[in-house]
C-alpha cells in the first residue's frame, strides 16, 4: 500500500512554501514520525514527518522547488523496507565471507555520500552542516546527535583556526565576480525585506524620541531579583518593566494600538505584544498575547518561552500572529540610537536602545545617570504628533517612578 506524503496546513495567510531540505532518498526506510523533509515558509521553517512506517519509493518535489497547501511531496511503500538493491545476495555472501561487514558497509554508501550521517540528528544542525560543508561535528545530544549548537561551536572554532602554511605561489589575477559568493535569499529574509519595504510605502511613518533615566528600574531589579527568581524560577530582565510601562501609555493613547482597515481604524481592547527577536535565519516577532492581563512574572516566562522557541526555530504560525504593538529592543547589539521600522497592518513600535552612562543635569547639579533612548515610530495616518509624544512621556515616567505601573497613574 502507498501512502501520499503532502503539504501540511502552514498556518493563516500562508499559500506556499520552498522545500529546503530533504533528510531521506528514495529507497530509505522510514519510521513513523521520522522527519522527512523541511519546509521554509515566509515566517518559520515546517518540519513534515513520515504519517507512517515503510521505504521513501519516490520524492516528488525537489528541494528548492516551491509548493502549494496540500501538494504531493512523495510516496511511501508502507510495510517493512525492502532489501537494498545492491545488497549482496546469499550467493555471494559465500564467496566473500571473510569480510561480509566490510562489504555490506561499501555497498551500503552512495557514490557521492562521504560519510554517512546520523539520521537522528537535529534538522536544523543537518542543514547547517551541509550548507557549511562539515562533515565531522561531534554531537552532545542524546546518544551522540548532533544539535544546532554542535554545528556552530564547529563553525567558530574553523573560523578561529589559523590557516595552514603553504609554498609561496605567485599571484593570481581574479575579477572581483570570481571572489563573490551569490548565495539565494531564504523565503523568511524575502518576506522582512518585502514587508519592511511595504510598510514604508504604505504608512505615513515618523518616529520621535525620548530618553529614560533607568536609575528605579535598576534598583528595583536589583533590589528584588533573587527573590523574584526564588519565587518565580525566573529572571527578572527589563522587558517586563517597558511591557507594563507600554502597556500603560496604551491605554491612555489607544491609536498607537489601533490599526487601518481600508477607510476604517480599529481600535483593540486588548494587547498582544509583539516581542522583536533576532535569530540567525533572520528578524522574527513572537507575540505574547493578551499581556494587558499578565503580571510581571507571567509575562518574564511567556518572553523566555518565546525567545527559546525563536532561537530553536520553533516557533508556530500562531504565535507570531495578531500582534497589535511591538517592542524591539536593539540595545542587547549595542545600539545607542535607531528608527525602527512599523511592523504592518500595527500603528506603533517601540525602540529600546543601549543604556549608558551620562552627565544629566539634575537639580542644578551634574550627575552620572544610567540613560536610555526611545524611539517611536509611528503611522501619521491615525497617530498624530500629539499622541505620539504622549505615549513616550508615559513610558518614560513609569519607568523613571515605577511605583506609578502599581497605581496606575
Known sequence: MTTEVRVPTLGESVTEATI????????????????????????????VPSPVAGTLSEIVAAEGETVGVDALLAQIA?????????????????KSDSKPDASATQTNAGPEETKPRDPEDAPSAKKMMAEN????????????????????????AKSDAPAPASAPRAPVAASDEAREERVKMTRLRQTIAKRLKDSQNTAAMLTTYNEVDMTEVMAL????????????GVKLGFMSFFTKACIHA???????????DGTDVVYKNYVHMGIAAGTPTGLVVPVIRDA???????????????????????????EMQGGTFTISNGGVYGSL???????????????????????MAIDGQVVIRPM??????????????????????????????????????
Open 133 to 156: 560543508d562539515l562533515s565531522d561535528v561531534k554531537g552532545t545530544g542524546k546518544d551522540g546527535r548532533v544539535m544546532k549548537e554542535d554545528v556552530l561551536k564547529a563553525l567558530t
Open 250 to 260: 496604551l491605554n491612555e493613547v489607544p491609536e498607537v494600538n489601533a490599526e487601518i
Open 292 to 318: 494587558d492581563q499578565m503580571s510581571f512574572a507571567e509575562i518574564e516566562k511567556a518572553i523566555a518561552a518565546m525567545g527559546a522557541k525563536a532561537r530553536d526555530g520553533k516557533l508556530s504560525m500562531a
Open 78 to 94: 508502507e510495510g517493512d523496507a525492502p532489501a537494498k538493491k545492491d545488497d549482496a545476495p546469499k550467493a555471494e555472501e559465500s
Open 221 to 232: 531589579r536589583d533590589a528584588y531579583k533573587d527573590l523574584f527568581v526564588k519565587k518565580h
Open 20 to 47: 529546503a531540505t530533504w533528510f531521506k532518498k528514495p529507497g530509505d526506510a522510514v519510521a513513523v514520525d521520522e522527519m522527512l523533509c523541511e519546509l521554509e515558509t515566509d515566517k518559520v521553517t515546517v518540519e
Open 372 to 409: 536610555m533612548y526611545l524611539a517611536l515610530s509611528y503611522d501619521h495616518r491615525i497617530v498624530d504628533g500629539k499622541g505620539a509624544v504622549t505615549f513616550l512621556v508615559r513610558v518614560k515616567e513609569a519607568l523613571e517612578d515605577p511605583r506609578r505601573l502599581l497605581m496606575d497613574l
Open 337 to 359: 540610537m535607531s528608527s525602527p521600522i512599523l511592523n504592518p497592518p500595527q500603528s506603533g513600535i517601540l525602540g529600546m536602545h543601549k543604556i549608558q552612562d551620562r552627565p
